[in-house]
């Protein structure tokens, strides 16, 4: 089974899986208490299928609950991709999406508040923290998050803000048929979601690292056995002592840079090093892949 998923379990997994779980109920609890009592519609699967099930009740007097909806677009969207991204990113993803189906049709909750502003706001924080919870532990949402993720690996740059302008049709929908009032007050909610995201999420943001050392050997060869990228050599010199060093400059993903720092300090504890956000890569760069 193991050689036919591409996947192995250890009990360095046990972490990760208890997060989905607490990611996937956090997420119910924010579309059962924020989202229905603002009447928002999330991005992604979850407003695609809050939106038909409205539809369907109230146009066509077909009742299909959200959950139904959700996990099926979801369980299409995970056919697609099978071949296309890890699998056991994808187990995780179709667990969480699981559990946010079924934790969402069990858990009512009461609202917090009648004020749109602070549903849109603090629900949107709340939706937010649970998929950037999912993200860090392996997984996703599934659905766009899947299809930004696969964009993400191709451009080797964050895509989540691709997926918030395709959310806008959705939005843009919900106005025609349900006011526009929830359109707007579901931009509030997309948008600090999304901010959320992008803060939890590093996986796809780049950054240059600059390091001034005297011991650029041990250095490099240190990081290669931590990381897949290559190092730039550079003799250089002090401008006030006039002492000759080595600048080594490299480009690799933020959720990195903490161990190659660590790395680089305990061959040199001396090392000067500086961080620059990069704003896209041209050439070969290697993305580790998603498991």
């Not at 706001?121 to 860090?136: E, K, P, Q």
């Not at 740059?157 to 691709?162: L, T």
């Not at 919900?174 to 979601?193: D, T």
């Not at 006030?240 to 933020?254: A, C, D, E, R, W």
Request: hydrophobic letters at 45%.
């Amino acid at each position: 089974m193991e050689k036919l998923l591409h996947v192995h379990f250890t009990k360095k997994d046990i972490p990760d899986i208890c997060l989905i779980v607490v990611s996937a109920l956090l997420y119910s609890c924010g579309m059962n208490t924020f989202v229905k009592s603002g009447n928002l519609f999330p991005g992604g699967f979850a407003g695609i299928s809050r939106l038909l099930s409205m539809v369907l009740e109230d146009y066509l007097q077909i009742r299909l609950s959200f959950s139904v909806i959700y996990f099926t677009l979801n369980i299409i969207t995970t056919l697609f991709v099978w071949r296309r991204i890890g699998h056991k990113f994808i187990l995780y993803s179709a667990a969480w999406f699981t559990l946010t189906s079924v934790f969402t049709s069990m858990i009512h909750l009461p609202p917090i508040t009648q004020d749109a502003l602070l549903i849109a706001i603090f629900g949107g924080l709340v939706n937010g923290f649970a998929v950037g919870m999912s993200l860090r532990a392996n997984a996703s949402s599934g659905g766009t998050d899947f299809i930004a993720i696969d964009i993400s690996q191709h451009l080797h740059r964050p895509s989540w803000n691709y997926i918030f302008a395709l959310n806008a049709a959705v939005l843009i929908s919900a106005g025609f048929l349900y006011g526009w009032n929830r359109a707007l007050y579901s931009i509030i909610f997309q948008y600090a979601s999304k901010e959320v995201v992008n803060g939890l999420h590093q996986r796809y943001k780049i950054s240059r690292l600059h390091i001034v050392t005297d011991k650029p050997d041990e250095i490099c060869e240190a990081v290669f056995h931590i990381i897949r990228h290559g190092i730039t050599i550079v003799p250089c010199e002090g401008a006030y002592s006039h002492q000759n060093h080595t600048l080594l400059m490299m480009s690799l993903n933020n959720d990195q840079l903490k161990l190659v720092e660590s790395c680089v300090l305990k061959v040199d504890p001396k090392a000067f090093m500086s961080v620059n956000p990069v704003e896209r890569i041209i050439g070969n760069y290697y993305q580790k892949p998603i498991e």
